[in-house]
Antibody, heavy 115, light 112 residues
Framework: EVQLVESGGGLVKPGGSLRLSCAAS????????MSWVRQAPGKGLEWVARIKSKTNGGTTDYPAPLKGRFTISRDDSENTLYLQMNSLETDDTAVYYC??????WGQGTLVTVSS | DIVMTQTPLSSPVTLGQPASISCRSS???????????LSWLQQRPGQPPRLLIHQMSNRVSGVSDRFSGSGAGTEFTLKISRVEAEDVGVYYC?????????FGQGTKLEIK
């Protein structure tokens, strides 16, 4: 059974940083493209970042507005996906979901950016 | 970026009756390989999204056959043949042909 378990969310002040983790199991993580998607309170879904498998180059992609502040990475030896978020803004407040390129989803971790 | 537009944004439906949600993309979602990269996801209250249909009409294993996807090019439809109470939630279309993948605004399905 595919399992994705996010962690690392919490309350952070504007301008601060946070690193999210996603522990994956039940599938061949190293072969799978992985992504982060977020959902602001009461709002829709927004793609945050994607990382391809190493066999596909391991390249990363971000929507233009988030490029430079967010960094997605993976540790295939630990079956873990990461999202490093810097210079956080109040608009970054959201539930952050880990997903296998939209086929399987974790339960999400809440990030609140507030002074 | 590709723009995804869903209608309606809210859909009150009687139990046992059909429901239909439309989605339009600003560009064709047909890949050179012939596949159409349009997905439908369901998000029940308090739950993460769940993929129902990918590549326009391929139902995910375990998803009820009451759900079906159809369309062509830039116009797509999700149909629920007979709405059940467990279908309440928000439905999103999503284009997966070009990054960033973009979701529609969501359609809230509720019981009348």
């Amino acid at each position: 059974e595919v399992q994705l378990v996010e962690s690392g969310g919490g309350l952070v002040k504007p301008g601060g940083s946070l690193r999210l983790s996603c522990a994956a199991s039940g599938f061949t993580f190293s072969d799978t493209w992985m992504s982060w998607v977020r959902q602001a309170p009461g709002k829709g879904l927004e793609w945050v970042a994607r990382i391809k498998s190493k066999t596909n180059g391991g390249t990363t992609d971000y929507p233009a507005p988030l490029k430079g502040r967010f960094t997605i990475s993976r540790d295939d030896s630990e079956n873990t996906l990461y999202l490093q978020m810097n210079s956080l803004e109040t608009d970054d407040t959201a539930v952050y979901y880990c997903t296998t390129d939209h086929f399987h989803w974790g339960q999400g971790t809440l990030v609140t950016v507030s002074s | 970026d590709i723009v995804m537009t869903q209608t309606p944004l809210s859909s009150p439906v009687t139990l046992g009756q059909p429901a239909s949600i439309s989605c339009r993309s600003s560009q064709s979602l047909i890949h050179s390989n012939g596949n159409t990269y349009l997905s439908w996801l369901q998000q029940r209250p308090g739950q993460p999204p769940r993929l129902l249909i990918h590549q326009m009409s391929n139902r995910v294993s375990g998803v009820s056959d009451r759900f079906s996807g159809s369309g062509a090019g830039t116009e797509f439809t999700l149909k629920i043949s007979r709405v059940e109470a467990e279908d309440v939630g928000v439905y999103y279309c999503m284009q997966a042909i070009q990054f960033p993948y973009i979701f529609g605004q969501g359609t809230k399905l509720e019981i009348k």
